[in-house]
């Protein structure tokens, strides 16, 4: 019998990736969609291109019947989760995609999201949820916080470089390009059509980016002793998709070779042959990433490339396989869609 789910904040594009991929998964069956300014319409309504499946009506949070579901997955904006899943049912799971409980430090939190954080006990059995990292806690969790989607990436390509120890801590330097739909959907003048085709541009440089928070406290836990990036983002006039370029000092064969063994029995994670960089086509759409590997022309050096989409493996496909592995099902389940090319 299919697992009972409910969405909160339904309207946005991560809500809207949620339906899209639950649609095609055996194990689970949308029973309630919330969207606030939205209530009271079909999700078609809201998204055309959802309009051949049979979907419950938008509702408000507080009008949903909790009683029968199994999982909740919490696609609302940041900020707002913390006193919504305060006020869910204790034995009801929860996978929040917000950035409210990442951050295990509430100090943490309050200095990157500029206010303390509203559910401080919530915080402290919140699960970091990089399922390939954290794969046994997620098994046993209540409440799972979904990853940012540029420090998945980000993470994907540096950390099993950290655990293998064949990189210089102090000398990490992530550049990465980021696709407009991992801006949200809400209005903004900046992502404009004219404001933002043919063109890019960085934003948040010189340490200001909150994902920053979780690479620090992500990697100073891998190296036990305080890591601390090099991060600058660029808007990219393209819909779906992170690349990230990161440059680090070590040697590319070790690089490569701890990347391979560490991703080699992961069904999401492929590691491309050395000289091979990835393309954000190549994923568009999916739950896979791409990593590769190439030497730089000065000595000890190498440049290491992430791929994946922001949508699906960086925000709802990971949190639909972290969902499986909460609920007991297959973590691949719904999850091994073919990226969309071109």
Not at 68 to 95: E, M, Y
Not at 171 to 181: H, P, W
Not at 225 to 244: E, S
């Amino acid at each position: 019998m299919a697992k009972r789910i409910a969405i909160l904040g339904a309207s946005g594009y991560t809500g809207a990736e949620l339906v899209r991929l639950i649609a095609t998964h055996p194990g689970l069956e949308v029973a309630a969609l919330s969207a606030d300014r939205k209530a009271g319409m079909a999700m078609a309504e809201v998204f055309p291109f959802l309009a051949h499946l049979k979907l419950p009506v938008l509702q408000k949070i507080e009008e949903i019947d909790f009683s029968g579901i199994d999982l909740c997955f919490c696609a609302l904006p940041h900020a707002t989760s913390q006193a919504v899943i305060a006020q869910l049912p204790r034995d009801l799971k929860v996978v929040d995609l917000s950035a409210d409980f990442r951050l295990r430090d509430p100090a943490a939190y309050e200095k990157w999201y500029g206010k303390p954080h509203a559910a401080v006990e919530l915080q402290k059995e919140a699960v970091y949820g990089l399922t390939e990292f954290y794969r046994d806690e997620i098994c046993a969790a209540r409440l799972v916080a979904g990853t940012g989607c540029n420090a998945a990436t980000g993470q994907y390509a540096i950390r099993p470089l950290i655990e293998a120890g064949v990189i210089d801590l102090d000398e990490i330097i992530l550049d990465l390009k980021a696709g407009v739909s991992g801006a949200g959907r809400s209005l903004k003048e900046n992502l404009l059509h004219a404001e933002l085709s043919g063109g890019t541009h960085p934003y948040s440089a010189g340490g200001a980016h909150r994902h920053l928070g979780e690479f620090d406290q992500e990697f100073s836990k891998v190296a036990g002793r305080p890591v601390h990036i090099q991060f600058t983002p660029h808007l990219m006039p393209f819909n779906r998709g992170i690349l990230a370029t990161v440059y680090v000092r070590g040697d590319a064969a070790a690089i490569h070779k701890a990347l391979a063994d560490r991703y080699a029995d992961e069904p999401f994670l492929h590691v491309l042959p050395t000289g091979q960089l990835p393309s954000t086509r190549s994923i568009a759409g999916s739950n896979f990433v791409h990593l590769g590997v190439v030497g730089d022309r000065l000595p000890g050096r190498a440049i290491v490339v992430a791929a994946l989409d922001n949508l699906t493996k960086g925000s709802s496909g990971q949190a639909i396989q972290n969902a499986n592995l909460m609920l007991g099902l297959p973590e691949t389940e719904g999850l091994m869609l073919a990226p969309v090319f071109p």
